[in-house]
């Protein structure tokens, strides 16, 4: 019986444990996934062994602790520095990110995106925004704070700081951050929130399972709006084929997640 599990804190929301035994259970596959309340991103690594696991998912805040903790890191994950799926490959910890190709398919009823704005700067933002360059998007990043900005200058994004941001017209707006996750915050102060959604046409949360204070004020002016559970499902399935090492049909396993949501 091979194990995993999900790292993050907080961790007690993360629907990954039922969606990914709703995959093992149905399709008959030996295995159990677990959840992991991590405080401390270092400790990544003695903890995924010491529990022998066979793979895991990392979420908030410990996604650039993961990529830290590969002892190699494959394919989109090196590009970004930020790894949300781990696999134990013979002793040695494989890193992957599965998380910028879940956002894109979650987003896939969005039409001709051109110009997009990311709030916030972290793990997530950095996976959307390399992955929106990649496909040749205008890409804007505003962040609470400017240490963790660089990255994103460095990579061709314009950033801006709650100080020097000023409102432009965006196809997309992206929350990143973690505020509405456990708190009734909004990812920026509310007149600049309000300002962004009036110049908008599509909105998005990467938060998933309630109606974040963000997504309520899109839902408000009526402008077309979906919160993270698409972009769970995609990067699920995903990291599902790699925990299973492709042995089950990609459509079985999305089938599985999808009945999951439903319990
Ligand atoms: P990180 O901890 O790496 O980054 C968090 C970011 O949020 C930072 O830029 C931080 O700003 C900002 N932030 C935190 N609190 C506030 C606040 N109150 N106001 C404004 N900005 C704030 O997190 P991740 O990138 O790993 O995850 C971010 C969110 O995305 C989480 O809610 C997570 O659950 C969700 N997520 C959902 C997925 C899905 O499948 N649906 C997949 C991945 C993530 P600063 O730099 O100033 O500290």
């Given at each position: 019986m091979q194990l995993f599990s999900i790292f993050g804190d907080p961790v007690s929301h993360s629907r990954s444990p039922l969606m990914h035994n709703s995959v093992f259970k149905n399709l008959n596959y030996k295995a159990c996934y677990t959840r992991t309340h991590l405080l401390e991103g270092e400790k990544l690594k003695e903890t995924f062994f010491a529990l022998k696991l066979s793979g895991a998912n990392v979420t908030v805040p410990h996604k650039e602790a993961a990529f830290n903790a590969c002892d190699e890191v494959r394919g989109f994950a090196q590009?970004?520095?930020?790894?949300?799926?781990?696999?134990?490959?013979?002793?040695?910890?494989?890193?992957?990110?599965?998380?910028?190709?879940?956002f894109m398919f979650s987003i896939e009823e969005f039409k001709n995106i051109k110009k997009v704005l990311i709030i916030g700067a972290g793990g997530t933002a950095k996976a959307?925004?390399?992955?929106?360059?990649?496909?040749?998007?205008?890409?804007?990043?505003?962040?609470?704070?400017?240490?963790?900005?660089?990255?994103f200058n460095e990579i061709g994004c314009n950033t801006f700081t709650w100080e020097d941001f000023q409102v432009q017209q965006f196809d997309l707006v992206v929350n990143t951050t973690s505020a509405g996750l456990s708190d009734n915050n909004l990812p920026a102060p509310q007149k600049m929130i309000e300002n962004i959604l009036e110049n908008t046409c599509y909105v998005a949360d990467a938060i998933y399972g309630k109606l974040t204070p963000f997504l309520q004020l899109a839902k408000q002016k009526q402008l077309p709006h979906k919160d993270g559970a698409d972009m769970l499902l995609g990067q699920g399935v995903?990291?599902?084929?790699?925990?299973?090492?492709?042995?089950l049909k990609k459509e079985d396993i999305k089938e599985q997640m999808e009945k999951s949501f439903l319990y």
């Open positions: 590009k970004v520095g930020v790894v949300n799926t781990l696999i134990n490959e013979n002793g040695k910890l494989i890193g992957y990110n599965t998380d910028a190709d879940g959307l925004a390399q992955r929106f360059l990649e496909e040749s998007l205008d890409v804007n990043v505003l962040n609470r704070s400017a240490g963790r900005l660089e990255f995903l990291a599902n084929e790699l925990f299973t090492n492709y042995q």
